[in-house]
């Protein structure tokens, strides 16, 4: 199913919120940054002033030059903390899933969210209502299937903006625009694209992806996905863990199945405990194996479907432990596990497959009786510790 996901700004910022709190200011040349009779940088600009040719990051003095009746405001960081606060939990009400970027920016994944809503327009809509009515600042939003899309849709319609990339429609939005509008090309890339004949994202999708890693490396692979509207990039809170992991070391160096068998799903029950309090499910399971030379090795597979199972981490964990153990034969002092590609905890029900329902209320409820009555007051089957 296509992502929906929105990217959304606060249109000119810190000088809005200096509007609020002084309403005369609106509609007027007005700059906050520094003390403008000294060395400071304009921080942020309305778009009356903008059109002075005023922007970020120009020193003071040149957009006094350029504007003299402008309004001049030193910045107030606490206010625009509150502000920004405050627009990140009307955020939050519309989607769990948010990435704050800076103050004044995040992406939300809204898929499915905007059921209730009949459109993603119209939640974005709802949204922007939101932020007016409690903060009156306005906001402009991109929406599209993925993340590069949504941010440089939402910077083309702004100020109090909303513009909707439909699914499929990616390329034919990127073609025309400029390769600098993409995350990624900076000055230099941008020079170095011109020299190749390239100035649009089109062209940049339509050179073959060889000729931009051969010139650019890593970060050319990246851009060139970017500009044919493919960006698998999760919208991910700051902090959340991308993997979880267990990992136990041996008293004895050891080859004996049943107890390296036993170890890994003990270590697997660990990790599927942290993956259902964080109300995640896991793509990728990851074994890791120290042998007694201190040579070390991760093998990994990942599954069909997300799962938070501790069946399925532990099955597909020792699939792997059964794979090193008939290549390398040798004693084990380090047994360890790893999930990651971690995603949120919606799921489709499982029609056809009432045994891995029936597996994770067994999990839960072995859960309960774990935290009530500790961790050894419980165990799966085939355990021997
Ligand atoms: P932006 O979102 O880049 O700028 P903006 O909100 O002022 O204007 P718009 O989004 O409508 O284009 O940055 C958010 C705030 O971050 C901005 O109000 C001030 C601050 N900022 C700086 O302090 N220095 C800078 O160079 C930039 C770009 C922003
Ligand atoms: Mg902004």
Redesign the pocket.
């Known amino acids: 199913m296509a992502r929906c996901i929105f990217h959304i700004?606060?249109?000119?910022?810190?000088?809005?919120v200096e509007q609020v709190l002084n309403p005369k200011l609106k509609g007027k040349p007005v700059i906050?940054g520094g003390d403008p009779e000294r060395r400071g940088?304009v921080?942020?600009?309305s778009?009356e002033a903008r059109r002075l040719g005023i922007h970020?990051?120009m020193p003071l003095s040149g957009a006094r030059h350029l504007c003299p009746q402008a309004t001049f405001i030193r910045?107030n960081f606490s206010r625009?903390r509150d502000a920004s606060t405050k627009f990140m939990e009307i955020l939050a009400d519309f989607s769990p899933q948010i990435e704050p970027l800076?103050?004044?920016?995040a992406y939300l994944d809204v898929t499915g969210c905007e059921e209730p809503y009949g459109s993603p327009e119209k939640l974005a809509l709802a949204i922007k209502e939101r932020i007016h009515k409690e903060l009156k600042l306005t906001a402009?939003v991109g929406i599209a299937t993925c993340k590069v899309v949504a941010k440089i849709a939402s910077?083309l319609c702004?100020?109090d903006g909303l513009l909707e990339v439909a699914p499929g429609g990616e390329q034919d939005f990127l073609n025309p625009l400029p390769v600098a509008k993409l995350p990624g090309v900076g000055k230099k890339t941008e020079q170095a694209l011109k020299r190749m004949d390239i100035s649009t994202i089109g062209e940049l999708a339509s050179v073959p992806l060889d000729v931009v890693r051969e010139q650019f490396g890593a970060i050319g692979i990246v851009i060139h996905s970017y500009a044919k509207g493919i960006d698998d990039r999760r919208v991910e809170a700051p902090g959340e863990p991308k993997s979880i992991s267990k990992q136990i070391t041996f008293a004895k160096d050891s080859l004996d199945r049943r107890l390296l068998e036993a170890n890994l799903r003990w270590v697997c029950q660990e990790v599927g405990e942290e993956l259902r309090c964080r109300n995640k499910r896991a793509k990728c399971v990851a074994i890791r194996l120290r042998y007694a030379d201190f040579k070390t090795i991760t093998r990994q597979l990942t599954l069909k479907e997300a799962s938070d199972g501790n069946q399925v981490i532990f099955t597909t964990a020792l699939q792997l432990l059964n794979k090193a153990l008939a290549q390398q034969r040798k004693p084990i002092r380090l047994i360890g596990v790893r999930i990651s590609n971690l995603v949120g905890k919606e799921k489709q029900l499982h029609m056809f497959n009432s045994n891995i329902e029936k597996l994770e209320h067994l999990n839960g409820a072995i859960e309960l009786i774990r935290r009530k009555y500790g961790p050894t007051a419980i165990k799966m089957g085939k355990d021997i510790t």
């Open positions: 700004d606060l249109d000119a910022f810190f000088v809005s906050v940088v921080a942020s600009a778009y970020a990051g910045a625009y800076g103050l004044d920016e402009s910077e702004k100020p």
